[in-house]
């Protein structure tokens, strides 16, 4: 089974600040991993995923996530942050080992950018 | 990619009533998956919609309580039945295009409130 825990429920940050949004995770098996980001009253949209290859994945709205398979974690950073990047972010991971595995969600981040 | 339509968006209900979600997808995908996402709170799953044949439930869930339809590759629907308050939720339809690789994608909700 895979579990992922998100270590911070609000991370308050200035507009151009730098954010990093933490997430680690536990698995038996090989996994992938995603950031999901939920802006108010909206759905999920797929942030950014790593599933093989450059453990570093970027978004085309400049997040960039690296996988550390040695610390298990997948943080989430942006060197400059905007207004507009204020949402509640969530790490998901799926485990692969044959068959189906569901997707397990964080319990999600909750950026609020200030001017 | 695949764009998920929900209906309704949202609505009010009464205690002991039932209503149905409907989620259409805009291509054939493999696996589709309803989640709930109470409020403040990240997402779980409730079921897998298998076609042509019964959802498969996670521990908490049971088909009485919501049972859920999958008649071909594009279209599920969730009921949500004998509602309490303890139901209002957004209720999430999620879809992949294969079973085990990559990311799924989310409709954009259907965020009850049971009076």
């Known amino acids: 089974a895979q579990s992922v825990t998100q270590l911070d429920s609000q991370v308050p940050v200035f507009e151009e600040a730098p954010v990093e949004l933490r997430c680690n995770y536990s698995s038996s098996v090989s996994v992938y991993l995603f950031w999901y980001v939920q802006y108010p009253n909206q759905g999920l949209q797929l942030l950014l995923k790593?599933?093989?290859?450059?453990?570093l994945v970027e978004s085309i709205n400049g997040f960039e996530a690296e996988f550390n398979k040695s610390q298990t974690s997948f943080h989430l950073r942006k060197p400059s942050v905007h207004i507009s990047d204020t949402a509640e972010y969530f790490c998901?991971?799926?485990?692969?080992?044959?068959?189906?595995?569901?997707?397990?969600f964080g319990a999600g981040t909750r950026l609020a950018v200030h001017p | 990619s695949a764009v998920i339509s929900q209906k309704p968006s949202r609505d009010i209900c009464q205690r002991g009533t039932s209503l149905t979600i409907q989620c259409q997808v805009d291509?054939?995908?493999?696996?589709m998956f309803w989640y709930r996402q109470q409020p403040g709170q990240s997402l779980t799953l409730i079921a897998t919609a298998n076609q042509g044949s019964e959802a498969t439930y996670e521990s908490g869930f049971v088909i009485d309580k919501f049972p859920i339809s999958r008649p071909n590759l594009t279209f599920s629907t969730l009921t949500v039945s004998n509602m309490s308050p303890e139901d209002s939720s957004i209720y999430l339809c999620?879809?992949?295009?294969?079973?085990?690789?990559?990311?799924?994608?989310f409709g954009e909700g259907s965020r009850l409130t049971v009076l």
């Open positions: 998901a991971v799926r485990g692969f080992s044959g068959g189906y595995n569901k997707l397990i």
């Open positions: 291509s054939q995908v493999t696996m």
């Open positions: 999620s879809a992949a295009s294969s079973q085990n690789t990559g990311e799924l994608f």
């Open positions: 790593y599933l093989s290859g450059s453990t």
